[in-house]
């Protein structure tokens, strides 16, 4: 089959901006995006989606690793999502596509053959040309923008604390979008088995453990967020609230603190976090032990009303021991909510603050909090194996990486350890 080809430019725009994004139909029939790149004169075209959580890599940095990393080719563009995840992040090679990570790399969610197609890039004329069929074989990845979006107005900003603000939304387009196992019904009859019919799960699903894509109008950023309202009130009511913390540097954080009531956004469909089974079969004996940090708590906040309406309609439900770290006071989220429901919930929840940018002394005995980083000791005192059969983590880039290795020193397994992004 021919390749067909498309005009992405003339060399003069590539003097002015060396990246240029296109979306395509590729020929697997899907929509892609083909980022093509000028380094030096030279040019090139790979997939602009990258393989672990769809950042879009022409946001990233070109860095040359034909001296560290021969089989990488040359210059490879550096995923500017997770950059210190994966041994120091991802890079995916200009030249053959393959993904590399600057030391070896054992990250249970890293895998090898996260490679993306690469193109040819061909100079007519001053007219820069991309041939839409890869030339290195690999499947070309569905571009995000073909997936159902629903248009969302900002309709409130509350300010949460120094850093943090609750953004409420309404939802403009009619909710075509569905809850993963109702989009999927193959998937959920594998999940449960004839156990349950799908009914009965859709009458839980206010209550369950999920996240959502999240972008812009303009389609320059996507990030995903963890909503602090339920699904039921976007089904029913069309308004969701995102609980999320702004950094000065952030991309999404930049485009968010100039938003004003009435800005335009895009929801995704509503992904799982945390898989249903966790919550089937479970007996008054199991308990999940779970380390969150920073924005990290919306899950395991999920997790928790979860609990607490399962315990209200006489079901049985996992116990939780939530750890949760902060640098300062001022930083916990949630935390009278947190502590509520601890009260209500009985020996179904503990809840642990740790704070790691505070002076003990500044505080009066007792003090409610405990002081430093989650370490072994603490897993030991708090979440120990013994009595939990699984241990969550949620927090920022790295400290799954530095916590693993506890886990196990400790007693778990590694299939007994799980991390949720958030
Ligand atoms: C499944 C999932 C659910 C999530 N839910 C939430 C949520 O409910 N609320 C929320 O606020 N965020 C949540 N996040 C994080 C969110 O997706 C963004 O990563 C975050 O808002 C930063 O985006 P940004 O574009 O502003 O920063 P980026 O442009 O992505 O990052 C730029 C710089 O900002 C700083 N930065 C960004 N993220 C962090 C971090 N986590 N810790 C420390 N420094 C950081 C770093 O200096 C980084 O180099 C979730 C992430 C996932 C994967
Ligand atoms: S999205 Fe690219 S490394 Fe995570």
């Known amino acids: 089959m021919e390749s067909s080809r498309v005009l ?10 060396p990246t240029s994004v296109i979306t395509v139909n590729s020929p697997n029939g899907k929509k892609t995006q083909i980022a093509t790149y000028c380094i030096h004169g030279q040019y090139f075209a790979l997939d602009n989606t990258c393989s672990h959580k769809q950042a879009l890599l022409s946001d990233g940095d070109i860095e040359d690793l034909g001296k ?39 990250a249970k969610a890293f895998n090898p053959d996260w490679s993306l197609a690469t193109y040819s890039v061909e100079v007519i004329q001053e007219e820069v040309w991309v041939y839409t069929t890869p030339t290195n074989g690999v499947e070309p990845t ?63 699903l206010p209550y369950e453990c999920w996240h959502l894509d999240f972008k812009d109008s303009d389609d320059t950023t996507l990030r995903e967020y963890t909503p602090i309202s339920s699904w039921k009130n976007l089904r029913d009511n069309s308004k969701l609230d995102l609980l999320i913390k702004l950094y000065p540097e952030g991309q999404m954080s930049k485009i968010l603190t100039k938003a004003i009531i009435g800005t335009k956004f895009f929801m ?10 966790f919550f089937k079969d479970v007996t008054n004996a199991t308990a999940y032990a779970c380390i969150a940090g920073g924005t990290g708590i919306t899950p395991f ?6 609990i607490e309406h399962k315990l209200s309609i006489g079901e049985k439900a996992p116990k939780l021991t939530l750890l949760y770290s902060n640098k300062k006071e001022e930083d916990i989220l949630l935390k009278e909510e947190l502590m509520e429901y601890a009260k209500k919930m009985g020996d179904h929840l503990k809840v642990i603050f740790t704070l790691t940018r505070e002076d003990p ?6 003090s409610p909090y405990l002081f430093g980083r989650v370490n072994a000791d603490l897993i030991e005192r708090f979440l ?11 927090g920022p880039e790295g400290m799954w990486d530095t916590l693993l290795p506890l886990f196990i020193e400790k007693g778990y397994d590694k299939f007994s350890c799980t991390e949720l992004e958030a």
């Open 142 to 204: 569905e571009s995000h923008e073909s997936k159902f979006w629903a248009s969302i107005t900002l309709a409130k900003m509350s300010r949460y604390n120094h850093d943090c603000i609750i953004f409420s939304f309404t939802v403009d387009t009619y909710l075509k979008i569905e809850y993963p196992f109702v989009q999927d019904k193959k998937k959920f009859k594998k999940e449960f088995k004839g156990r349950m019919k799908l009914d009965n799960y859709l009458k839980q």
């Open 301 to 306: 906040a999920q997790m928790i009303k979860l």
């Open 68 to 106: 560290t990393l021969p089989e990488s080719g040359g210059y490879c563009v550096r995923c500017p999502k997770h950059k210190y995840k994966f041994s120091g992040g991802l890079y995916f090679s200009l030249i053959n596509g393959k993904v590399f990570t600057q030391t070896p790399c054992n």
């Open 268 to 277: 995704g469909p509503p992904k799982e976090t945390i898989p249903a089974y």
């Open 361 to 366: 002394k500044n505080f009066s005995e007792p």
């Open 8 to 17: 992405v430019g003339r060399v003069t725009d590539f003097k002015k901006n």
């Open 384 to 394: 120990s194996p013994k009595l939990h059969i699984h241990i969550f983590v949620s």
